[in-house]
T-cell receptor, first 111, second 114 residues
C-alpha cells in the first residue's frame, strides 16, 4: 500500500515568518511530487510541482525534494494570513501510476 | 479555458433518492478523475478515465455508485440509492498527459443526504 504522510497540524506561524510543511512517502520509485493548496470550502489548487532532487522556487514558495530520504517539503517565505489553508502533498510513480494524496496539513498564519 | 466545470454545486436529497453529479473536464485533457472528500477519510479517488474509458474503479465504494464518460467533454457520477453516509464533497479533476500528471480540480459538489 503506497502511502503519503503529512503532519495534520494545525501549524501556526506568525505573519512574516517561514512556514515549513513536510511530507514523506513510501514508494521509492516515486517520480512526480505536487503541492496543492485548499482553502476552506474550496477545491484543491495546484501550487507547485517538482520532479528532481533539490529546490524549486516560485515566488514565496520553495519545494524541496530528497528522494533518498523519501521526503518532500514546501517552504512559504514571508507568510501572509492569506496563506492560511490546508496544504496537500501528492505523489505519483511512473507515468502509469495514480497520484496518491496525503491527508493535508492545516496552516494558520497569525497576523 | 474555463477550467473544470461541475454541477450542481450543492445537492440536498433524501435517503433512497438517485443523485447525479456532472463534470466537464478541461478541453484537451485525456484523463478525468472523480474524488470524494470527507473530514474523516480525506480525499479519496473513486474512479478515473483515460480517453473516455474507465481505467480504475477500485475506489468506488459499492455498487450503488456508477460513473460514465460518454464523450471527451462530459462525465457523470451517479449514486442510486443514496444514503446519509454518502454525504461529502465530490470533486472532478482532469489532467493532460497521464494519470500521474498535474491535476486540475473543479469547484466540487457538496452532497447532503438526509
Amino acid at each position: 500500500q503506497k502511502e503519503v504522510e503529512q503532519n495534520s497540524g494545525p501549524l501556526s506561524v506568525p505573519e512574516g515568518a517561514i512556514a515549513s510543511l513536510n511530507c514523506t512517502y513510501s514508494d521509492r520509485v516515486s517520480q512526480s511530487f505536487f503541492w496543492y493548496r485548499q482553502y476552506s470550502g474550496k477545491s484543491p489548487e495546484l501550487i507547485m510541482s517538482i520532479y528532481s532532487n533539490g529546490d524549486k522556487e516560485d515566488g514565496r514558495f520553495t519545494a524541496q525534494l530528497n528522494k533518498a530520504s523519501q521526503y518532500v517539503s514546501l517552504l512559504i517565505r514571508d507568510s501572509q494570513p492569506s496563506d492560511s489553508a490546508t496544504y496537500l502533498c501528492a505523489v505519483s510513480g511512473t507515468s502509469y501510476d495514480k497520484v496518491i494524496f496525503g491527508p493535508g496539513t492545516s496552516l494558520s498564519v497569525i497576523p | 479555458d474555463a477550467g473544470v466545470i461541475q454541477s450542481p454545486r450543492h445537492e440536498v436529497t433524501e435517503m433512497g433518492q438517485e443523485v447525479t453529479l456532472r463534470c466537464k473536464p478541461i478541453s484537451g485533457h485525456d484523463y478525468l478523475f472523480w474524488y470524494r472528500q470527507t473530514m474523516m477519510r480525506g480525499l479519496e479517488l473513486l474512479i478515473y478515465f483515460n480517453n473516455n474509458v474507465p481505467i480504475d474503479d477500485s475506489g468506488m465504494p459499492e455498487d450503488r455508485f456508477s460513473a460514465k464518460m460518454p464523450n471527451a467533454s462530459f462525465s457523470t457520477l451517479k449514486i442510486q440509492p443514496s444514503e446519509p453516509r454518502d454525504s461529502a464533497v465530490y470533486f472532478c479533476a482532469s489532467s493532460l498527459r497521464w494519470q500521474g500528471d498535474e491535476q486540475y480540480f473543479g469547484p466540487g459538489t457538496r452532497l447532503t443526504v438526509t
